[in-house]
């Protein structure tokens, strides 16, 4: 089985920083595309930035600038960087994670549990 954990969500003040985490671990052969979502009450899940296995990266426009999306490959473990957060980007993040349990097994997706951002003064 595989398991996603995130952490790193919280209040924070307007102009604040938050740096989330999300750690994949269980049976896994090999990790490909990374993605953050988030989705604010009463919304539809949005994508927020995605990682490739070689680096590469794609952010939505509102997070362009302020946010930074990165990975660590050796520790199966995506991030998102969140600096000069609004309000509007208080929502339920969740991590997506597209791999291989083993080397024979087709890409399969998986989802993080979600950790809330409320930025408020």
């Known amino acids: 089985q595989v398991q996603l954990v995130e952490s790193g969500g919280g209040l924070v003040q307007p102009g604040g920083s938050l740096r989330l985490s999300c750690a994949a671990s269980g049976s896994i052969f090999s990790i490909y595309t990374m993605r953050w979502y988030r989705q604010a009450p009463g919304k539809q899940r949005e994508l927020v930035a995605s990682i490739t296995s070689s680096g590469g990266t794609n952010y939505a426009d509102f997070v362009k600038g302020r946010f930074t999306i990165s990975r660590d490959n050796a520790k199966n473990t995506v991030y998102l960087q969140m600096n000069s957060l609004k309000p509007e980007d208080t929502a339920v993040y969740h991590c997506?994670?597209?791999?291989?349990?083993?080397?024979?097994?087709?890409?399969?997706?998986?989802w993080g549990q979600g950790t809330q951002v409320t930025v408020s003064s």
């Open positions: 997506n994670v597209y791999l291989r349990q083993f080397i024979d097994s087709g890409l399969q997706g998986y």
